[in-house]
């Protein structure tokens, strides 16, 4: 157990590097990008979805709770929300790219062009079946108010992005630990029989997963990924329905919580049909 404890500690201590890395730099995309993202779902026009499903790859909470609030005020399509909230990858991306030496950036951008045309594709039908009004009612704010965001306006993202990593190698820490545990006392086998292994009930639990409004989801579907105890179509299927705080914003800033409510039930079900032909075609990385 000891061991156990000593391999969870010094894997984890040695992706922090990496994450700090990947934080800095995200946080300075967001500082120095936020308003030209904002400005161009503005004005994305039936072309919102694609312009959504490019810009919401980039891991922050920022953009999908934006998306929430322009769609809050009308300004983008519902289209648009949904893509956005399907290419968002939240802590994915970090994680990932702070395991390359195992995943491959070639591996890494195929997940991120997999989401983003997921994401495109859902929102262009949705847009077209649905016929939206664009009624703008000025611009809409930053809406990154949950409890694990702090990228204020004016603050320090050397702060921010210490804050970020420290969080996210806690969660990453604790799934480790679980998971070397199992392996510990019940062998490498044990991962193969898992529910989120196995086809359909996989895809179903992983997308219900990515619905938490928490940066935890993400964390846990990618870490369970990369050890062995989820499927890759599983794995999409949460990714995709994993929106960060975007979801929280909007029931935040939209009234009509029956049409959120929908929204998330549409959400879930683009993630499980996604992660079921996946599943059904064989693919994986």
């Known amino acids: 157990m000891l061991d156990v404890i000593a391999d969870t500690l010094v894997d984890t201590a040695r992706l922090l590097p990496f994450l700090f890395l990947t934080y800095l730099a995200m946080e300075y995309l967001e500082h120095k990008a936020a308003d030209r993202v904002e400005k161009a ?4 026009g039936r072309l919102g979805p694609v312009i959504g499903g490019i810009l919401g790859i980039v891991p922050q909470c920022g953009f999908s709770a934006a998306a929430a609030g322009l769609y809050a005020g009308r300004v983008i399509t519902l289209g648009t929300l949904i893509s956005v909230y399907l290419s968002t990858s939240d802590e994915m991306l970090p994680i990932l790219i702070s395991e390359a030496d195992r995943v491959g950036f070639g591996a890494i951008f195929k997940i991120l062009a997999l ?28 809406f990154c108010e949950h409890e694990h965001c702090h990228c204020e306006e004016g603050g320090s993202i050397w702060k921010s992005a210490m804050i970020h990593t420290l969080q996210i190698a806690f969660f990453i820490l604790l ?15 044990v991962l193969g029989r898992l529910i989120l292994n196995r086809p359909v009930a996989g895809e179903l639990l992983a997308a219900l997963v990515g619905l938490l409004p928490n940066c935890a989801a993400s964390v846990v579907l990618t870490r369970l990924y990369l050890d062995g105890a989820m499927s890759f179509a599983a794995c999409m299927s949460g990714l995709l329905t994993g929106a960060g705080v975007g979801s929280l914003v909007l029931f935040r800033v939209n009234r009509n919580k029956k049409e959120n409510i929908k929204i998330l039930l549409l959400l879930y079900g683009i993630g499980v049909a996604a992660g079921l032909i996946l599943e059904g075609i064989g693919y994986s990385l």
Do not use: C, R, T, Y
């Open 41 to 44: 779902l503005e004005k994305g």
């Open 115 to 142: 989401k983003a045309a997921v994401g495109m594709a859902a929102g262009l039908v949705i847009d077209i079946l649905i016929h939206p009004k664009h009624e703008a009612q000025g611009h809409i704010h930053e």
């Open 175 to 189: 799934i480790s630990f679980a998971l070397n545990v199992l392996l510990f006392f019940f062998g490498e086998e």
